[in-house]
Nanobody
Framework: QVQLVESGGGLVQAGDSLRLSCAAS????????MAWFRRNPGKEREFVAR????????YYADSVKGRFTISRDNAKNTVDLQMNSLKPEDTAVYYC????????????????WGQGTQVTVSS
């Protein structure tokens, strides 16, 4: 059983940067594919980024490509999301997710989830 705890959310202005972090415990971190999703009220969770077990492969939603960077530290059991050039449409609750073998963009591919951290971008 993996526990995930996100941190780093907050209120920023458009154009600012923010770094989210997700700390994992209770499992062998390097065995899991890690991802970030986000959700606005009344909407489905939206894929943001995914990183392979080794960290050698990353994938991004088109909406964040070139602005967001996902990274992981298998020694510290953490996965981060560096968000630059933030836009008001990036406002959402951001979730960290983990799975042994996820390879897609659907939230249903992921077994473990954090509680989320709110990111609000003002215009």
């Amino acid at each position: 059983q993996v526990q995930l705890v996100e941190s780093g959310g907050g209120l920023v202005q458009a154009g600012d940067s923010l770094r989210l972090s997700c700390a994992a415990s209770g499992g062998t971190f390097r065995d899991y594919v890690m991802a970030w999703f986000r959700r606005n009220p009344g909407k489905e969770r939206e894929f943001v980024a995914r990183i392979s077990r080794s960290g050698g492969n990353t994938y991004y939603a088109d909406s964040v490509k070139g602005r967001f960077t996902i990274s992981r530290d298998n020694a510290k059991n953490t996965v981060d999301l560096q968000m630059n050039s933030l836009k008001p449409e990036d406002t959402a609750v951001y979730y960290c997710a983990a799975d042994w073998s996820a390879s897609g963009w659907s939230a249903s591919d992921y077994t473990y989830w954090g509680q989320g951290t709110q990111v609000t971008v003002s215009s």
